[in-house]
T-cell receptor, first 112, second 116 residues
Framework: KAGVTQTPRYLIKTRGQQVTLSCSPI?????VSWYQQTPGQGLQFLFE???????NKGNFPGRFSGRQFSNSRSEMNVSTLELGDSALYLC???????????FGQGTRLTVV | AQTVTQSQPEMSVQEAETVTLSCTYDTSESNYYLFWYKQPPSRQMILVIRQEAYKQQNATENRFSVNFQKAAKSFSLKISDSQLGDTAMYFCASLNYGGSQGNLIFGKGTKLSVKP
């Protein structure tokens, strides 16, 4: 069974640009959640999707958005990038909402 | 609000010895999971062990075991016969079971170094 796939693995963007990150969950899993990891703030919850609907959202500005497709794949978008958005973005796959998380390898975003 | 606290930012242990990582949590929910995740330098977050709150028996996975004290809201991880490959950041996390909100709440992590 394939694991959680996140693309791309590494990304360098300039301030003001926008970026889209992708996550394919484990086959059969219907829920995807996203986390931002930084040295200062640790692991912070961004949002959670189930059956193409956002079920829960963390305390992030509206520049952070996401969506889930009918095949459970998810994307997150960050617009008007700021230096502080530099982080490791982790996607987690859940069988359904409220079950254990299996993580991808993450996307390392650097904003310059 | 749920919180998870790991009071040991860094720890070190000699290879083959035993080490215990501490975690306390606070939740008003009655049904929840607790987890320990390992994040090695590769940054892949790996599930080490999980505990359902309704189970009194402590979970065990090979060299990894937990001491779950529900009343004290304590959830420590014991690593026996430590190996060099155990060197990593370890995160304690809680998750409401089957609720409408399925996000993990993480502690700040403990950096474990296993020395030869």
């Amino acid at each position: 069974k394939a694991g959680v796939t996140q693309t791309p693995r590494y990304l360098i963007k300039t301030r003001g640009q926008q970026v889209t990150l992708s996550c394919s969950p484990i086959s059969g899993h219907r829920s995807v959640s996203w986390y931002q990891q930084t040295p200062g703030q640790g692991l912070q919850f961004l949002f959670e999707y189930f059956s193409e609907t956002q079920r829960n959202k963390g305390n992030f500005p509206g520049r952070f958005s996401g969506r889930q497709f009918s095949n459970s794949r998810s994307e997150m978008n960050v617009s008007t990038l700021e230096l502080g958005d530099s982080a490791l973005y982790l996607c987690a796959s859940h069988r359904v909402v409220g079950t254990e998380a299996f993580f991808g390898q993450g996307t390392r975003l650097t904003v310059v | 609000a749920q919180t998870v606290t790991q009071s040991q930012p860094e720890m070190s242990v000699q290879e083959a010895e035993t080490v215990t990582l501490s975690c306390t949590y606070d939740t008003s929910e009655s049904n929840y999971y607790l987890f320990w995740y390992k994040q090695p330098p590769s940054r892949q977050m790996i599930l080490v062990i999980r505990q359902e709150a309704y189970k009194q028996q402590n979970a065990t996975e090979n060299r990894f075991s937990v001491n779950f004290q529900k009343a004290a809201k304590s959830f420590s991880l014991k690593i026996s016969d430590s190996q060099l490959g155990d060197t990593a950041m370890y995160f304690c996390a809680s998750l409401n079971y089957g609720g409408s909100q399925g996000n993990l709440i993480f502690g700040k992590g403990t950096k474990l170094s296993v020395k030869p």
